[in-house]
């Protein structure tokens, strides 16, 4: 018990040190000290052991002001890789997502829509084994797989409860993938790492609780305090297609009625649309308004209201440092930026919330999925209270 306790003590500092250093890197064994309150011995012996395994590296450096060399530690961003994958309705992307978040390798899948999730789940196993082969990657240092998918995903059970775009229910997918593949798997919905991204390689760098939204196919957000993600009860906080804003308003596909996605969601401004004219994509419904038809404009001035609502309404709710919104509306039309930066803030946000948090879009684009899935893993393995937890 007692030998276990300090093996405990000693993997959790040596995490604490590697995760300060892959945060806040560079940094002097001096400020580890400072920041942990471990002592300056435990500090080093920590730092020489993650130096031989090849997780960091030391430069020196002249520090500003006084001239003098420090010896700074950075983390070796190749000694730890993940697998990030990213499913959506038609295809998926697949990349190799290093320490620093960056994508170094990448391949992509089309998906058939009509086909199991067996037979995509197989396709993906073996785009992950042909790209580990093609570019000649360390397979020890590839220490899981990440998912990212819409829907609601059972993250705990490594399972997807339902997911309405890829028509999959009651999936099996880390089960299923580890057999397939070997590595430790980690699944959750693609708005959460997506956010997870944002936060520690994007567009809310630095920020302490920041909430992404994402106007898309649906309509939902994710909130990230300190760092992590918060999941609510069943890993479904955030879920706000579905709030209802107006109880006599559209019927939803949920079978409630005035659910907020229903003047968001681009398949039910489309159907709107589709009511006055044949128009097939969210392009066409833009170029109507733009052309001067009046019921495109009625149609894309209310959807926007109600973007400038959400962002309002989730403000209120979550009161956080910086809304990064995402998703087609917000990132394919420059009209809907231009009427949130003149009036999100102005006239929407509750008046003691208004310059309290900033909005953002999103920097990493439609690399998020696959960067956030990747970090999903490597936190995955960096836990060791899990570890822990696996080996008892
Ligand atoms: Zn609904």
Redesign the pocket.
Known sequence: MQKHDQDYIRRKNRSTVFELIRKHSPLSRAEIARLTGMSPTTVSRIVSELYQQDFMHEIEQTTTGVGRKAVMLHVNPGSVLSVGVEIDRSGIRIGIVDLDGKVVHSTQVTRDSRETPEATLERIASAIEELIQAEDIDRRKVVGIGVGLPGIVDYAGGSVVLSAQLGWKQTDIAGELRRLTGFEVAVDNELKVRALAEHQYGSARGSSRSVLIGFGSGVGSSLIIDGEIYRGETNSAGEI??T?VDPGGLL?????VG????YIAEASLVEQANKIKPIGSLEELFQARKDGEYWAASIVDRAMTFVAVTVSNIACVYNPDTVILTGKLVESFPEVRDFISDKCMDQFVWEPLRGTFQIVYSALESDGVVIGSGILAQNLFLDIDRQMEQAD
């Open positions: 297609g579905h209802v939803c596909e949920c079978g409630k659910c907020l996605q229903t």
